[in-house]
C-alpha cells in the first residue's frame, strides 16, 4: 500500500487510493478521520492522538502539540521524564503510531508514504521531516507541498480550464497557492505563506479574551499560570469553533483559588483577530503582484483547511476577491487525499479513472514550483561585501537543475572554494537562510584564474543538492558545518593575508637591435621599479635575441640591480631567432614558491611556434607567464605566450615604467582568495 499522509500542527490524516482509483481516508482507531498532532507522557508510556488531547484538557503537563512550527529549529526540544525530544522526534512519534493504526486496519503494509509540507518550508524544515518519516519507519518517497497536494485532489474531480488560488490555513501553518488547470493538468505558477500563522494564533486570541477577563476580576494574569495554557489550549479551539455558530459563549474559569463565568462573543473575538485575517488577504494579494495578477485573473479560491471555517476568513476574502470560494466537504482531508494520489502516480502523472475504477486514458500531471529562492555566498562586483546571488529564483519549477560560473581571481592559488547555499529573495546575506556549507576541492589552479560552475539541484521533494564542476570535472564535495556566527556575512570583506609563499621572478628582456638606445633605458628602469616593489622576492635575469643569456639567478631584490644593469652592455645578436623558455623551464624552483616570468619584447620573433611550445610547457608547470610588448610587437602572439588574456599587456617604450608598476603590484597582493 501507498499512502499519502497530511502531517499537520493540530491533525493529520492517512490516505490510500482504493480500488477504484479513487483516494479514500484511513480512519483511526476511533474511527475518526483526522488525528490530533498531540504526544502525551505518562509514567513511562507513549500517548498519541485523541487520548493524548484528553490529557491535555485535563491539565497534563507533560503533552506537547504544535511541535510542527518547529520542524527544522535547532534550539527547539522538549525535555520530560529525562530525555530530549526534538520537533522531528516528536513527529516521528506521531508518524509511527499513524503507520501501525493504518496498517493494522487496512491489514496491508504500507511500503511507501508521500508526505505533505507547507509550501513556505525551508530546506531545513523539510530535512527534519524526511527525518521524522524515516525515523518512524516509512519509506518517504517524497515530500510534496499541502496546497499542490490540495489542488490534486480537486483536480481529480474537475478538468475544466481554470486558474485558481488554493487558500491553505491550517492548524499552524499558512500556504496559498496559485495554479493553472490546462487539459486537466496542473501547474503551479507561484506560491507564498507563512509557516508561523495558523488556527493556532485565533485559538490564543481566545485565550487572551479569557485572561483579560479574568485580571480585570481578580488581578491575577492567567498567562503566567502552566495549568491554564496547557489545559485552555485544548478549550479555546473548542470556543473558536462554536463561536461560527453562537454568540456569545460562556466559558467557566476556576484557577487560583477563583472563579468566573467569562463571556467571549464574536464581534470581539473578530476585532482583536482582524489582524490575522488581513495578513492572509495582503500575502494573497503580494503573491497576485508578484506575478503580474490580480484578483480578476482567478476564476476561483479553493478554501483548504479548518481554519478557513472562521466566517471572518470567508467573508474577508469575499470582499477583498469578489471571485466565487470552492468549499470543499473534504477541507480537512483533500491534503491527505492529493498526497495519496500522488503517492501512487508516475513522478506527478496520474492516471484519471472512469466512475466505475477503468482507467479512462487520461493523464493529469502535476508540475510544482519551488517556493523560496536558493542562492550562493559570493562577492558584489567590487569586492566589498557578501551578497546572495540567486541561482533558482522562487517560482522556478520541480525538479529543477542551473548552473552559475564563478571565478577565482587571478594570482590566488586556492585549491578549494567554500559554498555557502543561501535559502531567501533578499540580495542581503543576513536576510536569508543559510542551509548548508560544502567545500568544493581538487580545483586544478596556477593563479591564472580560474572558472567554477556551482550547479544547484531542487528534487521533486524540496531538497537541495549541491555540486561543483570545473571544465565538465565534477570536483570532490566535503560536507562543512555553517559556523554559529555568521554576522560576518553582513560585514564590508575584510582580507585576510595570504600564507607568506615564497615569490621567485624571472625578467626576460628582449635586446635585439631594435632595442637600442632609448628602449633599452625605458627597459631597465622599468625593471628596477618593477623589483623596488617586491622587496622579499628572488630574481632571474634572461638577456635574448638571436642567442640567451642568463645573467643571474636567485639573487635578492638588494643584489639583482647589478645584473638588470649589465643589460646595458650585455650582446646576445641582433635579432630574434631565439626565445627565453628553455632557459626559464631550467632555472626555475621546481616548487615551494609562486613563480612568474615577465617577458618584455619590442618585436616579432623568428622563432614562435618553437617559443610558444615551450611557453606552454612553462604554464603546464605552473609559471605564470607574462608578455609585455611595444613597438612592433604583435598582440596575438603576445597572448599565445601568456597564461591567460589578461597577461599579454601592450605598451609604449615611455609607459613600461607604469606598466611593471601594475604587473609588481598584482602578483605581490596574491590576488583576492574569496571567489564571486
Avoid at 492522538?49 to 491535555?56: C, F, K, N, P, V
Wanted: proline share 3%.
Amino acid at each position: 500500500m501507498k499512502v499519502g499522509i497530511d502531517l499537520g500542527t493540530t491533525y493529520s490524516a492517512v490516505a490510500y487510493v482504493n480500488s477504484a482509483g479513487q483516494p479514500e481516508v484511513v480512519k483511526n482507531e476511533f474511527n475518526e478521520e483526522t488525528t490530533p498532532s498531540i504526544v502525551a507522557f505518562s509514567d513511562g508510556d507513549i500517548i498519541v492522538g485523541r487520548e493524548a488531547r484528553e490529557l491535555q484538557a485535563a491539565g497534563l503537563s507533560t503533552v506537547v502539540s504544535s511541535f510542527k512550527r518547529n520542524m527544522g529549529d535547532p534550539d527547539y526540544s522538549f525535555s520530560c521524564e529525562g530525555k530530549s525530544y526534538t520537533a522531528a522526534d516528536l513527529s516521528a512519534i506521531l508518524l509511527r503510531h499513524m503507520k501501525e493504526v493504518t496498517e493494522e486496519r487496512m491489514g496491508w503494509t504500507i511500503d511507501s508514504a508521500v508526505i505533505t509540507v507547507p509550501a513556505y518550508f525551508n530546506d531545513l524544515q523539510k530535512a527534519a521531516t524526511l527525518e521524522a518519516g524515516r525515523a518512524a519507519g516509512l519509506n518517504v518517497e517524497m515530500l510534496v507541498h499541502e496546497p499542490t497536494a490540495a489542488s490534486v485532489c480537486y483536480g481529480m474531480k474537475n478538468s475544466r480550464d481554470c486558474t485558481l488560488m488554493t487558500f491553505d490555513l491550517g492548524g499552524g501553518t499558512f500556504d496559498i497557492t496559485i495554479l493553472r488547470i490546462v487539459d486537466g493538468s496542473i501547474e503551479v505558477v507561484g506560491t507564498l505563506g507563512d509557516p508561523n500563522l495558523g488556527g493556532k494564533d485565533w485559538d490564543n486570541v481566545v485565550m487572551d479574551i479569557l485572561a483579560d477577563q479574568f485580571q480585570d476580576e481578580f488581578y491575577i494574569d492567567l498567562r503566567t499560570e502552566e495549568e491554564f495554557l496547557t489545559k485552555f489550549s485544548v478549550e479555546a479551539e473548542k470556543v473558536k469553533k462554536m463561536l461560527s455558530f453562537n454568540s456569545p459563549i460562556r466559558v467557566p474559569l476556576k484557577f487560583c483559588g477563583r472563579s468566573m463565568v467569562a463571556t467571549v462573543d464574536r464581534e470581539d473575538f473578530e476585532f482583536r483577530s482582524s489582524g490575522l485575517v488581513q495578513s492572509t488577504v495582503s500575502m494573497c494579494e503580494t503573491l497576485l503582484s508578484e506575478h503580474g495578477m490580480s484578483w480578476s485573473d482567478l476564476s476561483d479560491i479553493i478554501l483548504v483547511g479548518g481554519s478557513t471555517r472562521l466566517p471572518a476568513i470567508r467573508e474577508a476574502l469575499r470582499e477583498a476577491s469578489g471571485v466565487n470560494l470552492i468549499v470543499n466537504e473534504d477541507t480537512d482531508t483533500a491534503v491527505a487525499k492529493g498526497a495519496a494520489l500522488l503517492a501512487n502516480s508516475n513522478e506527478g502523472r496520474i492516471s484519471r479513472r472512469t466512475q466505475t475504477g477503468e482507467d479512462s486514458g487520461r493523464i493529469m500531471r502535476v508540475s510544482d514550483a519551488i517556493a523560496h529562492s536558493l542562492g550562493a555566498l559570493a562577492e558584489n562586483e567590487d569586492g566589498t561585501r557578501y551578497v546572495n546571488d540567486v541561482i533558482i529564483p522562487r517560482g522556478s519549477k520541480i525538479p529543477v537543475t542551473e548552473k552559475r560560473q564563478f571565478e577565482i581571481k587571478q594570482w590566488n592559488f586556492t585549491k578549494k572554494i567554500d559554498i555557502y547555499t543561501m535559502q531567501g529573495e533578499s540580495r542581503m546575506p543576513l536576510e536569508c537562510t543559510v542551509l548548508k556549507m560544502v567545500t568544493a576541492e581538487g580545483i586544478n589552479n596556477d593563479g591564472s584564474g580560474a572558472k567554477i560552475d556551482i550547479e544547484y539541484s531542487y528534487d521533486r521533494s524540496g531538497m537541495v543538492e549541491v555540486r561543483a564542476f570545473q571544465d565538465g570535472r565534477a570536483l570532490d564535495m566535503v560536507k562543512g558545518e555553517v559556523p554559529e556566527d555568521i554576522s560576518w556575512m553582513g560585514k564590508p570583506i575584510e582580507r585576510k593575508k595570504q600564507e607568506q609563499v615564497p615569490l621567485y621572478v624571472i625578467l626576460s628582456v628582449d635586446l635585439s637591435g631594435s632595442m637600442s638606445g632609448t628602449p633599452k633605458k625605458n627597459a631597465i628602469k622599468a625593471a628596477h621599479k618593477f623589483v623596488s616593489m617586491l622587496p622579499q622576492a628572488k630574481f632571474a635575469v634572461i638577456a635574448y635575441a638571436d642567442k640567451t643569456k642568463v645573467l643571474c639567478t636567485d639573487c635578492s631584490s638588494r643584489t639583482v640591480g647589478l645584473h638588470i644593469d649589465a643589460l646595458a652592455a650585455t650582446n646576445v645578436g641582433g635579432s630574434n631567432s631565439a626565445h627565453p623558455f628553455d632557459d626559464i623551464l631550467r632555472i626555475s624552483p621546481s616548487s615551494g614558491c609562486r613563480v612568474f616570468e615577465i617577458t618584455l619584447t619590442d618585436g616579432m620573433w623568428y622563432c614562435c611556434p618553437e617559443a610558444i611550445r615551450s611557453a606552454n610547457k612553462c604554464m603546464e608547470r605552473g609559471i605564470g607567464c607574462i608578455a609585455v610588448g611595444f613597438g612592433s610587437a604583435d598582440y596575438s602572439f603576445l597572448k599565445k605566450i601568456s597564461s591567460m588574456d589578461e597577461g599579454a599587456l601592450m605598451s609604449s617604450a615611455e609607459g613600461l615604467v607604469e606598466t611593471f608598476s601594475t604587473i609588481a603590484s598584482t602578483i605581490g597582493s596574491g590576488g583576492s582568495r574569496y571567489i564571486r
